[in-house]
């Protein structure tokens, strides 16, 4: 029997993976061009007014922040655009009816979120290479925050997918609260700059313990305490699985 469930959500994850591969150009490739243009159009326009942030260099503070920025919002995409298409096609009916517990399908969608962020990371990584070294100084830290931010958005955008009734709502989420959220979060910049109040206000962000672990992986240096942060992450995590798990549980906006 654990067996036949291991097997039931390793089919669901390896359809949510060779879903968006199908289509890699638009779901890997792009992402990963829009952040080498970032890292070029910052250190561009940047590059000689700018040559530091806390003694690292301007483009090698941008870039780690921009990988992460690319898995977070990828795998926020995956989870709620595969939910999503799913219901308004009307065949979700045909994964609710497969043999697979509630937190069996939100452990298929997650994983297949994160699958694609971490895909993006990579070939994001692999691309700004070309153009810049980059020196990892902790692969813990490296691990543990692109597990913990794809997690994080890909149990975001699973709510998102079962909450939504059409596109224009998954739209706005991802334009009113996930991109202002990963813009202001330290990407391009070290909060330690920022007036007090936008300091705390980044410390309420669970977009800046992600950004800013994952830089700390490639550079040594963090704008906040990593380890509040990775609790913070863990919970915050934890919780949004359990809510998952409670959607699917009632049949939240899937079953009439």
Do not use: H
Request: hydrophobic residues 50%.
């Amino acid at each position: 029997m654990f067996y036949y469930n291991y097997l039931c959500v390793f089919t669901l994850f390896k359809k949510e993976v060779f879903r968006f591969l199908k289509v890699g150009i638009q779901t890997i490739i792009g992402p990963a061009i829009s952040s080498l243009l970032f890292l070029a159009v910052f250190s561009l326009a940047l590059g000689r007014s700018v040559n530091q942030i806390n003694n690292v260099n301007l483009s090698q503070f941008i870039a780690p922040g921009l990988i992460m920025m690319t898995m977070l919002q990828n795998s926020f995409a995956n989870a709620a655009s595969s939910i999503g298409q799913s219901k308004f096609q009307g065949n979700i009916v045909d994964i609710l009816m497969a043999p697979l517990s509630n937190y069996e399908l939100a452990v298929g969608y997650i994983f297949g979120a994160i699958a694609r962020g971490i895909i993006c990371g990579l070939v994001t990584y692999f691309g700004i290479l070309f153009f810049l070294p980059l020196s990892i100084y902790s692969y813990s830290a490296l691990l543990f925050y692109s597990f913990m931010g794809c997690f994080m958005m890909g149990s975001m955008g699973t709510i998102v997918g079962i909450w939504a009734d059409k596109w224009d709502q998954q739209q706005g989420i991802t334009n009113f609260i996930v991109l202002p959220l990963t813009f202001l979060s330290g990407t391009f910049y070290s909060i330690s700059r920022l007036p007090e109040f936008w300091q705390n206000f980044a410390l309420f962000n669970p977009f800046f313990y992600n950004i800013d672990g994952f830089r700390y992986a490639f550079i040594g240096q963090s704008d906040g305490q990593l380890l509040i942060g990775g609790i913070i992450l863990i919970i915050l995590n934890f919780s949004l699985f359990f809510l998952c798990y409670l959607m699917f549980e009632k049949g939240y906006k899937l079953k009439s």
